[in-house]
């Protein structure tokens, strides 16, 4: 079992998950550091999915747990575990097409600051001046300025996800959650957003990416799982993954993309 040591942020302890008969994950062990970015790849209908809705509280595992900074996530609810630090980037950006892009970014800010909560990031000290101020620092990082007062339902569909990202940063979560984060999109798209992530991770942001575009992969992580029918089947640098047999026989059946 992978051990957590003191630079692990999240632990993915022992975890195991079966649909009916089905093992979608089975003896998944991670230990995600602090500052890094933790690529998870593998082949279609490999658990990859399975996996980021265990993390999130979607789906309850089998057996295993998730253990945060210490403190264990598995069974609490998705809202919790999202006001815990773990923030997920969908595979379809989930705004709020009737608002404008400044008040899209500013809404999760707002949402914090109403109730108890353990990440007390927009606390007391910090006016609504400060928060607007950070939301369009973040909105010019992102190159969303032009678009400032667009209703993000006009927005097209790579300005959407980098909208979402945005929504996600202002809330300084503890550790980032990215599903396939340039799926559909063109490959100049795909730059710009493998740009963006690059800025993310010189914040020291924690992120979990991931994806199946192996040009993404390479470019982002410090470190990459793979897994294959529900296990890890080889972890290391790109380069260890790279030239790795295993992980090229693991691909190798995948025809049909
Ligand atoms: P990936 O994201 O790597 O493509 P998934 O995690 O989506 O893989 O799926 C892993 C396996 O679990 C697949 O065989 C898939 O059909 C199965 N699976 C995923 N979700 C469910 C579910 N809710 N019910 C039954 N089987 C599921
Ligand atoms: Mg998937």
Known sequence: MVKASNNTVLHVADVHKTFGGLHALADVDLAIEEGKTHAIIGPNGAGKSTLLNVIVGKLAPTRGTVVLDGE?????????????????????????????????????????????????????????????????????????????????????????????????????????????????????????????????????????????????VFSLADKVSVLAQGRIIAEGSPDEIRANPKVKEAYLGESSE
């Not at 996530?73 to 950006?93: C, Y």
């Not at 667009?150 to 569909?157: E, I, P, V, W």
């Not at 559909?184 to 914040?203: A, C, F, P, Q, V």
């Open 72 to 216: 264990v996530l598995t069974g609490k609810s998705p809202h919790e575990i999202n006001q815990m630090g773990v923030a997920r980037v969908f595979q379809t950006p989930e705004i709020f097409p009737d608002l404008s892009v400044f008040d899209n970014v500013m809404a999760p800010a707002f949402a914090k600051r109403d109730g108890s909560f353990k990440i007390n990031i927009f606390n007391s000290l910090q006016s609504e001046k400060d928060i607007a101020q950070e939301a369009e620092e973040i909105i010019v990082d992102f190159g969303l300025e032009p678009m400032i007062n667009t209703h993000a339902g006009a927005l097209s569909r790579g300005h959407k996800r980098r909208l979402e990202l945005a929504m996600c940063l202002i809330q300084k979560p503890r550790i980032l959650l990215l599903d396939e984060p340039t799926a559909g999109m063109s490959r100049h798209d795909t730059n710009t957003t493998i740009d963006l992530l690059k800025k993310i991770k010189s914040t020291g942001m924690t992120k979990i990416i991931i994806e199946h575009d192996m040009h993404v």
